[in-house]
């Protein structure tokens, strides 16, 4: 296995503040690398800094040997990145089915547009029987199916996944588990975070434990037991 | 008495029209780039402003002076775009407005210069007699006024629901972060949105002054004045609210003429719109918006 997207020494900082002090890792090609740790500690600014919505102030992040810190958004998402955001981010106002062909923006071939939009339908069940609903009257469930649906129609090599579990009932979260582990066979690449340990230990190949914005340990799902991964992902590791 | 509330009704309607386009032009840039823009107003004044002055030295025909305005507002809306808006994408919102009133004493400053009169006179769309029907007349300059607004929600409206590009603008409308991760290129967007914005005033611009048969530099804060009233009383940044808002906001200020005075018309819609935000904040239109 080779990695797919290689982060090195990434600074991301909110005015003064640096939520990210020099992030390094790597998602190898094929794997679901997870990342946890508790709140506010730098998960979702390394997401939105590798999709491009965040800035970094300085490190390099890698997507298949391409520099692609501090890229726009789009060409990002050109390049076989897709983030599922935190909180599912639908379009409320818009369908189902419209909310799919947003998420494939960046592509002109419409017939295969068309058939995937079919397929995302056949994949998740649930929102064909809403295809022409607006999509802010799905459940919470059903929205973070739509989001990752959404992501899913930009074909990406890598699929970035931002707590998907986040407010879901326990068999939603299972069944978001399953589809992960599915992608995966399907050779998408996912690099995911998660505040939910233990269902993400279940499905990791490799994570790592991030607290106050640096990496503080790195190893597979055996490495460290899990119930003090699950402490120092819930708490930290404290120090006084 | 009943006769006159119907002709009001028919008059407030079709200046309502004018305000609506006016009201969906503000409405666009509001949505989409969540920033007030002073000067949408200005743009427009410049545009019939450059019709004006290719008239009173070339005398056009109305169509080529219809082209020209529309030429003229989209350039003064790519300036705008460029110096008040693209600067401040990720910045503040107060900046870009400010910018964005700093352009409008430039534009009027401009159309002053060039022409210093503060009236001058623009052709009129159409100069036969009104129509009657019956007790009423109508006026038909203002029935296309009526129609040419019809045509242009029409239309935009086939431009938001039907094509690849209102599919971006609405996900950007909705979710802006949202549509980047979708592969939506926001600055490009607001470019073309601006340009749609800018055509769409250009249009209510010139039937404005088609109909009134006159421009002078007030135009411009006249213009950016009765959008931002009228977006204001259909919903911030809802399109169908903003037909709505112009159209009560004509209608208002007809019948209150008839009731009041001209002098009180303006006073009217002004106190109308202060119950409104008191009582019903979010403005007759109130659609659904995740929070962001």
């Given at each position: 296995?080779?990695?797919l997207l290689?982060?090195?020494?990434?600074?991301?900082?909110?005015?003064?503040?640096?939520?990210?002090?020099g992030?390094?890792?790597?998602?190898?090609?094929?794997?679901?690398?997870?990342?946890?740790?508790?709140?506010?500690?730098g998960?979702?600014?390394?997401?939105?800094?590798?999709a491009?919505?965040?800035?970094?102030?300085?490190?390099?992040?890698?997507?298949?040997?391409d520099?692609?810190?501090?890229?726009?958004?789009?060409?990002?998402?050109?390049?076989?990145?897709?983030?599922?955001?935190?909180?599912r981010l639908?379009?409320?106002?818009?369908?189902?089915?419209?909310?799919?062909?947003?998420?494939?923006?960046?592509r002109?071939?419409?017939?295969?547009?068309?058939?995937?939009?079919?397929?995302?339908?056949?994949?998740?069940?649930?929102?064909?029987?809403?295809?022409?609903?607006?999509?802010?009257?799905?459940?919470?469930?059903?929205?973070?199916?739509?989001?990752?649906?959404?992501?899913?129609?930009?074909?990406?090599?890598?699929l970035?996944?931002?707590?998907?579990?986040?407010?879901?009932?326990?068999?939603?979260?299972?069944?978001?588990?399953?589809?992960?582990?599915?992608?995966?066979k399907?050779?998408?690449?996912?690099?995911?975070?998660?505040?939910?340990?233990?269902?993400?230990?279940?499905?990791?190949?490799?994570?790592?434990?991030?607290?106050?914005?640096?990496?503080?340990?790195?190893?597979?799902?055996?490495?460290?037991?899990?119930?003090?991964?699950?402490?120092?992902?819930?708490?930290?590791?404290?120090?006084? | 008495?009943?006769?006159?509330?119907?002709?009001?009704?028919?008059?407030?309607?079709?200046?309502?029209?004018?305000?609506?386009l006016?009201a969906?032009?503000?409405?666009?840039?509001?949505?989409?780039?969540?920033?007030?823009?002073?000067?949408?107003?200005?743009?427009?004044?410049?545009?019939?402003?450059?019709?004006?002055?290719?008239?009173?030295?070339?005398?056009?025909?109305?169509?080529?002076?219809?082209?020209?305005?529309?030429?003229?507002?989209v350039?003064?809306?790519a300036?705008?775009?460029?110096?008040?808006?693209?600067?401040?994408?990720?910045?503040?919102?107060?900046?870009?407005?400010v910018?964005?009133?700093?352009?409008?004493?430039q534009?009027?400053?401009?159309?002053?210069?060039?022409?210093?009169?503060?009236?001058?006179?623009?052709?009129?769309?159409y100069?036969?007699?009104?129509?009657?029907?019956?007790?009423?007349?109508?006026?038909?300059?203002?029935?296309?006024?009526?129609?040419?607004?019809?045509?242009?929600?029409v239309?935009?409206h086939?431009?938001?629901?039907?094509?690849?590009?209102?599919?971006?603008?609405?996900?950007?409308?909705?979710?802006?972060?949202?549509?980047?991760?979708?592969?939506?290129?926001?600055?490009?967007?607001?470019?073309?949105?601006?340009?749609?914005?800018s055509?769409v005033?250009?249009?209510?611009?010139?039937?404005?002054?088609?109909?009134?048969?006159?421009?002078?530099?007030?135009?411009?804060?006249?213009?950016t004045?009765?959008?931002?009233?009228?977006?204001?009383?259909?919903?911030?940044?809802?399109?169908?609210?903003?037909?709505?808002?112009?159209?009560?906001?004509?209608?208002?200020e007809?019948?209150?003429?008839?009731?009041?005075?001209?002098?009180?018309?303006?006073?009217?819609?002004?106190?109308?719109?202060?119950?409104?935000?008191?009582?019903?904040?979010?403005?007759?239109?109130?659609?659904?918006?995740?929070?962001?």
């Amino acid at each position: 296995m080779s990695a797919l997207l290689e982060v090195r020494d990434i600074v991301t900082a909110y005015g003064k503040i640096e939520a990210l002090k020099g992030v390094s890792l790597e998602v190898q090609q094929g794997s679901i690398t997870c990342l946890l740790g508790p709140n506010g500690a730098g998960k979702t600014t390394l997401m939105m800094t590798t999709a491009g919505i965040l800035k970094p102030k300085a490190g390099s992040i890698r997507f298949s040997g391409d520099e692609i810190a501090g890229a726009a958004p789009h060409a990002i998402v050109t390049k076989g990145v897709a983030l599922v955001p935190e909180n599912r981010l639908v379009f409320p106002n818009m369908t189902v089915v419209e909310n799919l062909h947003a998420g494939a923006y960046r592509r002109n071939d419409q017939p295969e547009i068309a058939a995937d939009v079919d397929r995302m339908l056949t994949r998740f069940p649930v929102l064909k029987q809403r295809a022409a609903q607006g999509a802010g009257t799905l459940s919470g469930g059903e929205q973070q199916m739509l989001s990752v649906a959404r992501a899913l129609m930009s074909r990406p090599k890598l699929l970035l996944m931002d707590e998907p579990s986040l407010g879901l009932a326990p068999l939603i979260v299972e069944e978001i588990f399953r589809i992960i582990a599915e992608l995966r066979k399907d050779g998408t690449t996912i690099f995911l975070v998660e505040q939910n340990a233990h269902m993400a230990l279940t499905v990791a190949h490799h994570f790592y434990l991030i607290e106050q914005g640096k990496v503080t340990f790195s190893g597979t799902p055996g490495s460290l037991a899990e119930d003090e991964v699950i402490k120092r992902a819930y708490l930290g590791s404290a120090k006084t | 008495m009943f006769v006159d509330l119907i002709q009001n009704t028919l008059d407030g309607l079709t200046s309502g029209a004018a305000y609506a386009l006016l009201a969906v032009g503000f409405t666009l840039i509001f949505g989409v780039l969540r920033r007030v823009n002073l000067s949408y107003g200005p743009a427009i004044m410049f545009g019939c402003y450059a019709a004006t002055w290719f008239h009173v030295h070339f005398q056009g025909g109305l169509l080529l002076l219809a082209v020209i305005t529309i030429a003229g507002t989209v350039l003064a809306g790519a300036y705008v775009e460029r110096l008040c808006f693209a600067p401040h994408r990720d910045g503040s919102a107060i900046a870009a407005m400010v910018a964005s009133f700093a352009l409008w004493m430039q534009l009027e400053e401009l159309a002053i210069l060039a022409m210093p009169k503060h009236l001058y006179a623009f052709p009129a769309l159409y100069e036969g007699r009104p129509l009657a029907l019956g007790p009423f007349s109508l006026r038909v300059e203002a029935l296309l006024m009526l129609l040419v607004t019809v045509a242009t929600c029409v239309a935009l409206h086939r431009l938001l629901y039907r094509s690849r590009f209102g599919l971006a603008v609405r996900a950007v409308i909705e979710q802006p972060v949202a549509a980047q991760l979708a592969g939506i290129d926001l600055p490009g967007i607001f470019v073309r949105i601006f340009a749609v914005a800018s055509l769409v005033g250009a249009i209510a611009g010139y039937l404005i002054v088609s109909s009134s048969e006159q421009v002078t530099p007030m135009l411009g804060m006249w213009s950016t004045l009765k959008g931002m009233l009228a977006m204001m009383l259909g919903g911030l940044g809802s399109l169908p609210g903003a037909v709505l808002g112009g159209l009560a906001l004509g209608l208002i200020e007809a019948h209150s003429q008839w009731f009041f005075g001209p002098q009180v018309r303006d006073l009217t819609a002004y106190l109308l719109l202060f119950i409104l935000l008191a009582l019903r904040p979010s403005g007759l239109w109130t659609t659904t918006r995740s929070a962001s």
